[in-house]
Every structure is written in structure tokens, then in C-alpha cells.
């Protein structure tokens, strides 16, 4: 039999490891290329087109699919290459030399890498114009043409291109840099570092109420930052408790002998593969976390945007009267009302002053117009931010400032800083500041007649019997408004929004946050699943001889299946709990302030749920395969 005959029968006999090696990287760099294409699209990116809202819900997506590339494509390759590593031994044990069997790995992984990022990239092309139709025509993004983007195929071929050479490189210089017999005998080569330190496990449990105890009680939007110093203290605390995990183990030999002895073929078996099994179970919980994590995230956005318009929005339309900008008659506005078939239930005007940047009103209008209290010493000046007082942001608003005026007569008043206050008092119009101030009456009049430099406008703020109707005349006045403005110079900064418009951009942006944190938590699942598949795989044949040595010594085949579906059971749903909890405490954490925590955990919850459920179901697939395998 020649090289290639026993290459061919080596391929045939693997043929699914080779395939499942091929799909897992072409999906990898399918969905590495979608959001490639996407993020590098000018159109897309540019927010005259497509609004902010929506292409900044990209960045996260295609940050993690790029550092998913970097772990999973190395990993995979190991996973697939030592797989064949009894195969390699063989070839070496027959007199091939390590050199000439070294030039015929690289070569067969170079093809297969070659073949899976051809897949990868034309299936990324199709996929990416799959995107381009639902943002286009699921969630009506005007402006927006689907097209071919070279630079992204560029780079998508240039990234997995360096990390394949990369993955074929480090797997040649490891592999056979062993010698034959440690290729023969590594997987039935005892795993070291079972031994676990019970001091160590409790400061893992103890790094983890520490930051359960910080996250509930001591957190706050200001330091928002400490979630990131959270996340990475919790999971230390976690990768401490599952590497030191046979402590627990030790503890129960003492405490409880019975449950012990009872298991005993679990815990030793656990004990024996514990230096490969404690390295799968974080990396997996932490693939599903995300997945969990980022799946019920649209759950509380939802709620918080809902939230955030109606009080950012306070009148569904509202414009600005300045400089010969948005005038109308009352007359005109009334027969462009009945036209649309709209009734105008309440209408509010408010005048401010446009001086040097800031936008000026007069405490009391303010507190007669809108039922407030502002109290307003002459020759001071309060700031007003318009934000709600506890939406669970951080926003670092400066410190109120003072305003200098210099006066027709030749004098200069300066009005001094009074405070601060944050409210919503218009909603958020383009044309004013981002801080308003109020000052006295007197004040204000004084400014408006002898101030130089200073334009006298006014806040028109509209309300109709229904959303629809608003939506009809804000229509209608737009239209009216492009017409009859003087000048288009700084249109948009005068432009007239409508509550309507906000729910409808809210909505988009959420349709499509869902949409893309759904293609991104399936691309995690998928890796944390194969992740999983490559650790049974690696282990098929140590587990044969295993189970053919227990019936020897009489295990009975129900024993041996009851011992199997712990093993199988401990890999696939320990990680899916752990991360299941991990994902509903920190972002709970997250949302709590925002007041969407409830909203969110009832997310992770019915996500989690699903992830446990879809386990449970490959937990029995594989206890199929293997008691066909063993049993």
C-alpha cells in the first residue's frame, strides 16, 4: 500500500472530522465577512443615510466576531489536527521521515483552509446581501444600495489568511517536535494539575459575593467603568472555583462518604480528566454568556427607548421660530391641520433668546408656562440640562456657568453662576444648547432690548388628538417649512421633529439590534458547541477502551449508561448554568439603574431557558452516539 492509499483511507475514515473542520471555519468567515461588509460601507456608516442609532449597534458585533476569529480558528485547527495525531504516528513509526510528513500536513491544511475561506467568502457575500434587504426593506432605511465591497473581501481573506499560516505554523512546530512515542501515548497520558487548593476555591467564591455585593449596593451610573473591573474580578473568581474545583470534591470524600463512594467512578474519572475538562467548561460558559447576555439585551432596550421618548418627548411636535425660520400663521396652520385631518389639542409657544451659543429663558415664563418652581435671583444664572434626573446614564454634566453680556450703552453685566438642574422642559430640539439658562424676568428683558448680538425666537410645541396625526401634520409641515424658509444654510440644525419620527427611529434600531446580535449569538453557540463536539471527539477512543474495561470487571450496561450521562451532562449544561447566572447578574447590574433590569432577566431567563433546553436535547443526542459507540 502506498503513502497516498493510506492517506486516502485516513481521509475516508475521518471524513467527518475533515468536513466538520471545513464548515465550522467557511461559517466563521462567513460571518466575519457580513459584518466586514457592513462596517466598511460608507453608506451604512455615514449618518445622513443610515442614523447613528442604528450603524453604531455594528461596532460590538464585529469587534466580537473578529476576537472570536482569533480564538476559534487556532483552537479548531488544534482540535483537528490532534485528532489525526495517531495517524502521524504511524506514519512515523513505518520509517516516514518528520520533515516529509511535516510538508504533507501543511499542505493538507493549507487546502483545507484554502477550500473554507473560498466557502467562507461567497457565502459571506450572500449573507451580506440578505442583510442589505432587511435593513432596506424590513426596516425601510432609505438611501442605503446594496453593492459588492471589495475592501472587505480584502480584508476578510487578509485577516483569516494571517490567522491560518499562523494556527499551520504553531500546530507543525508543536506537533512534531515529539517524539513518536509521546504522539502514541498522549491520550492515555494522565492529566496533571488535578491537585486543587481549598483556600484558593473559598477566594474564589469570596471574589464573587464581593462583586455581587458591589454590583446591588454600592454601584451607581457615575462609575459605570467598574463594570468592566467587575466583570474581570468575577470571572478570575469563577476560573478559580472551576480549576480548584476537586477541593470540593475532597470535601465530600470527608463529609460525605456515602454520595462519594455512591459516584465513585464520576469523581475519579472527573479527577483523571479534570486538566483538560476545567479548561472547557469557562471557555464555553463564557461563549454562552454572551450569547445569552447580548440575546436578551434588546429586551431592555426596548423598554429604556419606549421610556426615553416619552420623556425626551414631551409634546409630539415640536420646532423652532427664529431668524426667519418655521414661520406660519395661525390661519395657514389650522387649514394645514384640516387638510391632513389632524386637530391641534394643545399649542404652546415660548420665547428664548439665541446669544453666543446659549439659549436664554426667562425663569418665570418658564415656571407660568410649565408648572415649575425655578427660583431666580437677579444677576445670576441657573443651567438647565435637559435629561431625566434617573435614567441609569452617566452623563458628567459640567458645572453651571455664568454669562457675560456686553450691553448697547457700553456696559458689560455678568449674570454669576446660580446651580444647576437637569429637566425636561421642550424635548430635544437641535436649535437649543445642550444647557439652557434661566434667568429673572428683568434680566431677560434687559438682555432682549440691549444686548447686541442677540436673536429673539421662540419654541412651538404641538400636541393632536393622536400619534397619527401629529405624524400627518409634522409631515405636512415640513414640506411647508422647505418651501418658505429664507435660507437653507443650517436647516437641519432648525428642524422640526415629531414624537412619531423618534419611535419610529427607536424601532428600527431595535429590529436591527435584534437582528444582529441574533447572527452574532449564533455564530458564539456554534463555536461553544463545537468546542464541545472536539472535546468528545478527542477523547472517543480513551473513552472505548474505558467502558470495555468497566463491563470487564462487571459493570452492568445500565451502570455504565448512568455513568456516561454524567460525563456527557457535566460538559454541556454546567457551562450553559454558569453562564446562564453570569449573564443575569451582570446585566441586571447593568440595567438596574435604568429601571430595565426586571425586563432584562425576564429576557435571560427565556433565552437561558431555550440554551439549557437545546442542551438537554444534544445531551441525549450524544449519549445515543456514544452508547452506540460503547455499549
Not at 21 to 45: D, H, L, P
Not at 127 to 132: A, K, M, P, V
Not at 349 to 356: C, T, V
Request: aromatic share 14%.
Amino acid at each position: 500500500m502506498t503513502y497516498g492509499e493510506m492517506r486516502w483511507k485516513i481521509f475516508r475514515y475521518h471524513y467527518k472530522s475533515y468536513l466538520l473542520y471545513f464548515i465550522c471555519c467557511g461559517c466563521m468567515i462567513a460571518g466575519f465577512q457580513v459584518f466586514a461588509g457592513i462596517f466598511m460601507n460608507s453608506e451604512f456608516m455615514n449618518p445622513e443615510i443610515v442614523t447613528s442609532y442604528i450603524s453604531s449597534d455594528i461596532y460590538a458585533p464585529s469587534a466580537i466576531a473578529a476576537l472570536l476569529s482569533l480564538f476559534f480558528i487556532p483552537y479548531s485547527h488544534g482540535c483537528f489536527n490532534r485528532q489525526l495525531k495517531k495517524d502521524y504516528a504511524v506514519f512515523l513509526s513505518l520509517g516516514l521521515d518528520a520533515r516529509t510528513l511535516n510538508r504533507s500536513m501543511i499542505g493538507e491544511n493549507a487546502l483545507i483552509a484554502a477550500a473554507s475561506l473560498a466557502a467562507g467568502l461567497a457565502a459571506g457575500g450572500l449573507l451580506s446581501y440578505g442583510f442589505y434587504f432587511y435593513i432596506i426593506h424590513v426596516l425601510h432605511v432609505d438611501g442605503l444600495h446594496m453593492g459588492f465591497n471589495p475592501a472587505s473581501y480584502a480584508v476578510t481573506a487578509g485577516w483569516f489568511i494571517l490567522l491560518y499560516a499562523g494556527s499551520i505554523a504553531w500546530g507543525a512546530y508543536a506537533d512534531f517536535r515529539q517524539t513518536i512515542a509521546a504522539l502514541l501515548k498522549e491520550s492515555i497520558r494522565a492529566r496533571k494539575g488535578m491537585s486543587s487548593s481549598k483556600l484558593i476555591f473559598l477566594l474564589g467564591w469570596v471574589l464573587e459575593a464581593a462583586v455581587i455585593a458591589y454590583l446591588f449596593f454600592w454601584y451607581d451610573a457615575d462609575h459605570n467603568n467598574n463594570l468592566a473591573i467587575c466583570f474581570a474580578i468575577g470571572t478570575i473568581g469563577m476560573l478559580l472555583i472551576i480549576f480548584h474545583f476537586m477541593a470540593a470534591v475532597d470535601f465530600l470524600k470527608t463529609r460525605l462518604p456515602r454520595f462519594y463512594y455512591k459516584n465513585l467512578f464520576f469523581f475519579t474519572d472527573l479527577a483523571h480528566r479534570f486538566g483538560s475538562t476545567k479548561k472547557i467548561i469557562p471557555l464555553t460558559a463564557v461563549l454562552l454568556g454572551l450569547a445569552i447576555f447580548f440575546q436578551a439585551w434588546p429586551f431592555a432596550a426596548d423598554q429604556i427607548t419606549k421610556r426615553d421618548v416619552e420623556i425626551m418627548h414631551p409634546y409630539q411636535i415640536a420646532y423652532p421660530v427664529i431668524d426667519g425660520m418655521n414661520r406660519i400663521s395661525e390661519q395657514n396652520l389650522h387649514e394645514l391641520a384640516e387638510e391632513n385631518h389632524a386637530k391641534i389639542i394643545k399649542d404652546r409657544q415660548i420665547e428664548f433668546l439665541f446669544f453666543e451659543s446659549n439659549s436664554i429663558f426667562s425663569a418665570e415664563e418658564i415656571n407660568q408656562l410649565f408648572h415649575k418652581d425655578y427660583q431666580v435671583e437677579e444677576g445670576t444664572a441657573v443651567t438647565v440640562f435637559q435629561y431625566p434626573k434617573e435614567d441609569g446614564r452617566a452623563h458628567r454634566l459640567p458645572a453651571g456657568r455664568g454669562l457675560g453680556v456686553d450691553l448697547a450703552n457700553g456696559e458689560h453685566a455678568y449674570y454669576a453662576p446660580a446651580g444647576e438642574v437637569t429637566d425636561v422642559l421642550t424635548g430635544d430640539l437641535m436649535a437649543l444648547s445642550d444647557g439652557v439658562m434661566l434667568l429673572h424676568e428683568k434680566d431677560y428683558d434687559r438682555i432682549k432690548s440691549q444686548a447686541d448680538g442677540c436673536y429673539a425666537g421662540s419654541i412651538r410645541l404641538l400636541d393632536c388628538r393622536s400619534q397619527k396625526e401629529s405624524q400627518r401634520l409634522g409631515d405636512a409641515l415640513k414640506v411647508y417649512f422647505a418651501v418658505s424658509n429664507e435660507s437653507e444654510e443650517d436647516a437641519d440644525h432648525y428642524s422640526l421633529y415629531t414624537k412619531s419620527d423618534t419611535i419610529t427611529e427607536d424601532n428600527q434600531t431595535n429590529s436591527f439590534m435584534l437582528f444582529v446580535f441574533s447572527v452574532m449569538d449564533f455564530m458564539l453557540y456554534l463555536s461553544a458547541l463545537v468546542m464541545l463536539h472536539f472535546r468528545i471527539a478527542i477523547h472517543l477512543e480513551g473513552d472505548r477502551k474505558k467502558y470495555e474495561s468497566l463491563k470487564k470487571i462487571g459493570a452492568a450496561s445500565g451502570d455504565l449508561d448512568w455513568f456516561m450521562g454524567k460525563e456527557i451532562k457535566l460538559m454541556f449544561l454546567t457551562p450553559a448554568v454558569i453562564a446562564l447566572l453570569g449573564a443575569a447578574l451582570y446585566g441586571s447590574a447593568l440595567f438596574l439603574l435604568s429601571g430595565a433590569a426586571q425586563r432584562y432577566l425576564f429576557g435571560v431567563l427565556v433565552i437561558g431557558s431555550l440554551v439549557i433546553g437545546v442542551q438537554m436535547l444534544l445531551c441525549r443526542f450524544y449519549m445515543g452516539y456514544c452508547r452506540r459507540r460503547f455499549l
